[in-house]
């Protein structure tokens, strides 16, 4: 066993290092490795071939239709710039011209992006090739009511989605920290979908009796998730040909594809997702060491919450989660903040019920989080802000640390989890 080791992590684009000595050294936590021989490439040819409860690519897709691919924003990397060539190769092969495809960027509520990040998001010689497309939530004109789902919902979509003779949803499978999955369906919802639509659906995380997250919006949950059965119950109204669902490991590498019926290929997705990202843990830790896994995961604190919300399945009430966050885009949001104005918990919990907007699960989840443990957050957000949000700033590693050792008794414990988007702690009892 070592006595002091230097352990590397990622913030933002850079690394950080900090030693650790052996009598704290719990575990490091990690997605279990993939063992894959095949080529990205050999993968994606053999799923296209062979897909989930749907006919073989080839025979979907017919000459003189139009044809959507959409795909992520920013902050969720897929493996596009991989994949995106050889589907629209395929595409060819079957009839379907360059001019008949577009492509979507599912932006969600999210802002929209520069030239050179539209580059990165698929690659650099597709938008020479295919029209690229942003949705943007809040453009009246270009959504389409569709109707109501059983949870009163209004579905409001993205007309373009609509509009397309075939539609391929083309993202990436992981775990979303209240909706239990993300890729499949949510990128039509609330990828693709109405402001109101994705604000309704969101709040239906929330217990209106005391202001906390229904338990069954977590990560790992999709059967009684209320915003994952909401997002189902919408895609009545959406009709999606294809599916190309991605799993990517820790270093951002297609190492698993899934292809065909929109539900049921997800599915599967989703099980290789938890047998890989959730890692089972015996006893929790005083002291809980995480990084992002760097920029994009860190982009904004927004994206970097479900990192300190997978840490924080690791740590003991009362411990310390120390996160690595670089948040060069700051929070990400522009109603975040508003929700740490309110005196009290009753005025807290009423305007959750009648002024619910996006983004405030996470300002509820938050809450939650600093209420039970410590948090120290290495980033680059304003000391102010990072005090509002009821968390402990420090400007570096070195900082950081010190403030968290402060905190802790001389034989406390730690967890260090270098990729804390991807790795989802699960307490085996």
Known sequence: MFRLAEITLACGRGKLRFNLAAKHFRDILKPKVFVENQSSEDLISQSLNNPTHSKPFGQIFRTDRTTLIIVPDKTRNCGAPVFLPLLIEKL?????????????????????????????????KIPHRIEIVEHDCKNSNELTFLGTTKFETPIFINRQVLAADFVIVAGAAVHHYFAGYGGGLKMINPGCAGYETITRNHALTIDSENGTIDPKCRAGVLAGNPVQEDIKDSMRFVRVDFLFETILDEHGKIVKVVCGD????????????????????????????????????????????????????????????????????????????????????????????????????????????????????????????????????????????????????????????????????????
Request: glycine share 6%.
């Open 262 to 429: 929109l539900f049921r290929a997800h599915e599967k997705a989703c099980e290789i997702v938890d047998a890989h990202y959730k890692i089972s843990i015996h006893e929790k830790a005083e002291l809980v060491v995480v990084s992002c896994g760097g920029f994009p995961r860190d982009i904004n604190f927004i994206q970097a919450h479900k990192s300190i919300q997978n840490a924080f399945q690791a740590v003991k009430e009362g411990g310390v989660i120390l996160v690595l966050a670089e948040c060069e885009q700051g929070i990400g949001s522009e109603t975040f903040l508003d929700w740490f104005n309110y005196p009290d918990d009753s005025s807290f919990r009423e305007a959750l019920v009648n002024n619910f907007t996006l983004n405030a699960t996470t300002a509820v989840s938050l809450k939650m989080k600093t209420r039970a443990v410590k948090i120290v957050i290495v980033s680059t957000l304003p000391e102010d802000v990072v005090k509002r949000l009821g968390m402990l700033p420090a400007a570096n590693l070195e900082e950081g640390w010190k403030i968290a050792r402060k905190m802790l008794s001389d034989n406390f414990k730690c967890f260090v989890i270098p990729n804390g988007s991807l790795t989802l702690p699960q307490l085996i009892s």
């Open 92 to 124: 060819n092969q079957s009839g379907v011209t360059d001019s008949d495809i577009k492509i979507m960027l599912a932006n969600g509520s999210h802002i929209s992006h520069t030239s050179e990040e539209i580059e990165k998001i698929v690659g650099p």
